[in-house]
């Protein structure tokens, strides 16, 4: 890999740390406040709505500017939603500035990668990127769990800084006053991140042309016969993903009786099999035949109805690490393939905004549909039951999305495929 990969990983790794941290921090927040029980699936679709709001502008800030500088003005409003948080700031409208963030931050993440690696190490370099990002979601889940735990929680309310008095009393704002130094070590790899020789894009005139401009690129990437089936693919699983890290506290606490910290103990499992499946995609599939990982994405969607039998964690673990690996595994390949055809097609960062467009609005949907659910009284194994068969089902559709694809536009498939296959040699 080229020089500068090391410090992207970097920085991407305590900040998916920090922003997961960050929401076990926030879920016992809400507990501890005595919130609705809505508000707590309400966490995923506020981290998700400025994904959906901001999309025309974030693509083409992120082309616009050298994307280590993009990374580190968002890593900075990051630290501005935790500090909200953690002065008596509502939950949800303190990680929605977090998301506000994040929704900068994620296409000058992928972007730089595009201009960094050549084609022929698209694949592996999103296989390090997308383990490192699941295993930072699952480590910083984890981490959250034993900061607002009976362990270490009393340990930080316990430190004081001389001379200082601080308003900090409770297990979750001790949590989060670490967590924003999370942000602040990511913040400094950002500046550490190698200038590209890609050249600026500067912004379209005006908030119509930005919003014409990212319409015609989602147009021209669900129109691809490529495109469409690799977005369609990373857009379902990432929307059932970004909630069923929340659906997972709910599930363990009904099947299992577990609290905040033991859940997320629990969730920190599957970092061994979606890192062994992202690195062993990274190493053994190619671009061209990314394609050929759908079947697995229907075998996830049942694995994850499989999950209302469980009742004895020695079973629950290897169980979700099989889960982690096979989602691992799918999305990297996808994930590569989708970033090839966007780059080809209007630029990395418009493309990877077009992307996070689609996948967040998923999971907006999927969260608030969640969330409704438990409004109105439905259990976490109804909700799991609801998420298995949908993924499945449209998963299945997709399959014979692309089927169809090679059969009627089977020229068109095959050049693209051909353009796949020559730049990874």
């Known amino acids: 890999m080229k020089k500068g990969f090391s410090t992207i990983m970097s920085a991407q790794f305590f900040s998916s740390l920090a922003d997961n ?26 981290f998700a709505l400025f994904y959906v709001i901001l999309a025309p502008f974030v693509g083409a800030f ?5 994307k280590g500088r993009v990374m580190f003005i968002s890593n900075s409003v990051k630290v501005v939603g935790c500090l909200y948080m953690l002065f008596g700031g509502h939950p949800l409208l ?6 506000l963030g994040a929704a900068a931050y994620s296409p000058a993440k992928y972007g730089i990668l595009t201009e960094l690696l050549p084609p022929s190490q698209l694949v592996k370099g999103n296989g390090w990127i997308e383990g490192l990002t699941v295993g930072s979601i699952i480590l910083g889940i984890l981490l959250g769990g034993q900061l607002v735990g009976p362990k270490l929680a009393p340990m930080l309310l316990g430190f004081d800084m001389p001379g200082m008095t601080t308003s900090i009393d409770t297990a979750p704002e001790a949590a989060i006053s670490l967590i924003v130094f999370l942000y602040v070590i990511a913040a400094l790899f950002n500046l550490y991140i190698p200038r590209t020789t890609a050249p600026l894009q500067p912004l379209a005139g005006g908030v119509v042309e930005l919003v014409r401009d990212f319409s015609r690129c989602n147009s021209r990437l669900w129109a691809d016969k490529l495109g469409q089936i690799t977005l369609a693919t990373t857009t379902l699983l990432w929307g059932i993903f970004g909630n069923l890290r929340i659906i997972v506290f709910a599930w363990a606490a009904a099947a299992l009786g577990y609290g905040t910290t033991q859940a997320s103990n629990l969730a920190g499992v599957v970092i061994v099999g979606s890192v062994i499946g992202a690195v062993s995609a990274s190493m053994v599939m190619k671009l061209d035949r990314a394609t050929s990982v759908l079947p697995m994405g229907i075998v996830v969607g049942f694995l994850m109805i499989g999950l209302n039998v469980l009742t004895n964690v020695y079973v629950a673990a290897p169980f979700l690490i099989v889960l982690g690996a096979l989602c691992g595994f799918l999305i990297v390949p996808m994930n590569a393939l989708l970033q090839h055809r966007g780059h080809n097609l209007m630029g990395a960062g418009r493309s990877i905004a077009v992307q996070n467009f689609n996948e967040q609005a998923c999971i907006l949907a999927l969260g608030a549909f969640y969330a409704g659910m ?6 976490a194994f109804t909700a799991i039951t609801v998420f298995g068969l949908a993924v499945a089902g449209i998963m299945e559709l997709i399959r014979r999305w692309h089927r169809r694809n090679t059969v009627q536009h089977r020229e068109e498939v095959e050049r ?3 353009i796949a296959r020559s730049d990874t040699h």
């Open 62 to 66: 992120a082309d616009a500017l050298p």
């Open 416 to 418: 693209l495929l051909v």
């Open 94 to 99: 303190a990680y929605a500035v977090v998301g």
């Open 374 to 379: 438990t409004k109105f009284g439905l259990s």
């Open 21 to 46: 941290a960050l929401l076990v921090a926030a879920i016992e927040l809400l507990r501890m406040s005595k919130a609705p029980a809505w508000q707590t699936p309400a966490l995923a679709p506020m």
